[in-house]
């Protein structure tokens, strides 16, 4: 094939390419090419180069398909490199630069959580019935069971039969909680202040009554490892909430439409990073907290670490020059 028919046969094929590549995240026209199309149009154009090179077309025609060839290169494989880097970025500077930049919300939330729990802990010491306004009789029955000292398991419901049930069950108790905990924030942050009560009280009730009912070492060896990350997401899932809530009560001199958009800019920062560490939290949950043949005196160790690892993370990372 003469190279006057190779262009005028592919020119209209480069052309829409070229159209792809100029309009990628705009809105698309009529005659746009089709985004699950274009991966096959890009290896067409390196075998249309190829075969250019080969019979020695032109200077123009092969410098066009070189350039077609390395920005569709660049957009279809670069691209997943950036996705990397962008996660990267958030990951070690982004989310802890902005839970210190909502360093008063996230104090208040840590507070409204940390402090009943720790409080339930300490009065189901003094008056042990105190549980029962909070948990059902099933309940407690339901959860001496999971932290029985003789247990092959700690921490699996009777009906679970492997660690990857009890993954999806803890996911999804997880997620559930801290999207309460967010969303409520749209009621004015009165469910956000709700659900960290609630589960501070509910969690510390459960917690007092198997530390002083004999469940102390299974209980503590099967939440040491995954506390820090799971307890810490909660709040900050509060975090997020109470700063939805704040910008509907004082929206300043926006509306509180306007007001709320700009508050969930920041607050959709805090509410990802919590997701993460609550699907990390699952998985440490799942396949290493029930682990009986682990000395408890490690996994006590482990989850020290982890929240002192967890503490300089949210201290550390993320600061520049002015920081």
């Not at 500077?93 to 840590?110: K, M, Q, Y």
């Not at 004015?188 to 009730?205: E, Q």
């Not at 939290?281 to 006590?300: I, N, Q, R």
């Amino acid at each position: 094939m003469k190279q006057q028919g190779f262009e005028d046969r592919f020119s209209p094929e480069w052309g829409a390419f070229e159209r792809w590549l100029e309009r990628r995240g705009k809105r698309a026209d009529a005659d746009s090419l089709p985004d699950a199309e274009v991966p096959r149009r890009y290896r067409r154009i390196c075998q249309q180069l190829a075969l250019a090179r080969d019979r020695r077309y032109g200077a123009a025609v092969i410098e066009r398909l070189h350039a077609l060839a390395t920005r569709g290169h660049h957009v279809l494989y670069g691209s997943r490199a950036e996705r990397k880097s962008r996660f990267a970025a958030f990951v070690f500077d982004g989310f802890p630069r902005r839970v210190r930049a909502e360093r008063r919300l996230v104090a208040l939330a840590l507070a409204l959580f940390f402090g009943p729990l720790a409080a339930m802990i300490v009065l189901t010491g003094f008056f042990p019935d105190i549980v029962y306004y909070l948990v059902s009789p099933e309940g407690i029955e339901k959860f001496e069971h999971m932290y029985r000292p003789d247990a092959a398991r700690l921490g699996r419901y009777p009906e679970a039969n492997s660690a990857f049930f009890m993954f999806g069950v803890y996911i999804w108790n997880n997620i559930k909680i801290a999207f309460q905990t967010f969303a409520g924030g749209l009621l004015f942050g009165i469910g956000s202040l709700f659900f960290l009560l609630f589960n501070g009280f509910f969690l510390g009730a459960i917690a007092g009554h198997l530390t002083h009912s004999g469940h102390f070492v299974p209980f503590y060896s099967f939440v040491a490892g995954h506390s820090a990350l799971e307890l810490t997401a909660i709040a900050l899932s509060g975090a997020a909430g109470l700063k939805l809530g704040a910008a509907l009560i004082a929206p300043g001199q926006l509306s509180r439409k306007q007001a709320l958009v700009v508050a969930a800019r920041g607050a959709t920062g805090i509410i990802y990073g919590a997701a993460s560490m609550l699907m990390l939290a699952a998985f440490v949950e799942a396949f290493w907290s029930p682990l009986t043949e682990v000395p408890p005196g490690l996994k006590y160790g482990v989850g020290v670490a982890l929240w002192v690892l967890l503490g300089a993370y949210f201290f550390f990372l993320g600061r520049g020059r002015g920081d």
